[in-house]
């Protein structure tokens, strides 16, 4: 499917600017040619498709939907999967989730969504679809839904309520099964392809520095670390890899555009797929940044727990996917 | 609030965001349209959590236009803004 980028990068690394094959900057070069054109396809077919499904389940509906329906512990599920089609913006995550408390959405629901929503987001899949294949892209994707889901039940059963911060208790204990009215846009598809164009626009307008930064550092990194020079350090059996690797990453912010191109190298070198997946959760899910935009909502302890209770299942799923894969 | 109450064809606009890169694009947007059209509008921003809260916006950053919420969760076009204004 991708033969013809690779032809295209072969033709302009070694014939027009005539690069001897096999010497480390050419073969840096012709990666790193290779890997940006072929990922931002990637990223521009799935930003788009995602933008169409955003169009139809804004998030309004999506509140609506769990507000109002008794789903008998699938809500949990549902939130999380609904995380995947919302586009996240950390900015917005305050907002929303004084929206949902108030829709009478129970907190560790709204977790569910909050946790999966930035973890498995469209720039992340197009990445790991051009970066790590179909296979582990969907492990990777069934698992983030998964890890929202099961955190969101748990933190649940802690029954956190008590932590909040007093004006949302308030709004907690003023909290119904509103049905704001919400007025669907009527709009034509037309309409709606043109605000979802320029969206796309947006999304890759601001993560292309990123990609391309992260492209060529793991282009550099490819062509000058030694295959499997990584396996001595970070084999599979070393159980302290994972749990490591996840605490660097949770305090660490970076959108996942800058990371993952580097993790693939990683990976590629011998850094165990489990490991190098733990890794780049913790750095798209948990954020510093995000932390403090949810002090307003939440009291210190409560955002402990939170993070705590996402890091260990991130560190779970990590040595998972280094048994399965 | 310094709103010009006596004249009444004056809009008010108000900005929802709390402060992040994409409401800072969106008030930019928002200010040219309105100084390149000699539209007769108050641009306010509002960045306090429990006001932004009241408007009920559940994605940022939001435009509200004489406290009709009219666009939410993206950046619009200047051309956009301008229709909404007219």
Known sequence: MFDWIQNLADWLVYDVLNLTKGVHLAEALNFFIYDSIKILLLLFVIIFFMGIVNSYFPIDKVKNYLSRNKLYGLEYLMASLFGVVTPFCSCSSVPLFIGFVRGGIPLGVTFAFLITSPLVNEVAIGLFIGLFGLKTTIIYVVSGILLGTISGFILQKLKLEAYLTPWVKEVLANAQKEQDIFIAEKQSLKQRLSVIWSEVLNILKGVIPYVLVGIAIGGLMHGYIPEGFFEKYMAKDNLFAVPIATILAVPMYSNASGILPVAQVLVAKGIPIGTAIAFMMGVVGLSLPEAMLLKKVMTFKLIAIFFSVVTLCIIISGYLFNIIL | ?86
């Open chain 2, 1 to 86: 609030m310094a709103i010009n109450k006596t004249n009444i064809m004056s809009k008010v606009i108000k900005i929802l965001g709390t402060g992040c890169p994409k409401c800072k694009t969106m008030t930019g947007i928002v200010k040219e349209v309105v100084s390149e059209n000699n539209i007769d509008a108050t641009v306010e921003k509002v960045e306090d959590i429990m006001e932004i809260m009241k408007f009920n916006v559940m994605t940022t950053p939001a435009l509200v236009i004489d406290d009709i919420i009219t666009i939410k969760g993206r950046i619009p076009s200047k051309d956009e803004v301008l229709a909404l204004l007219k």
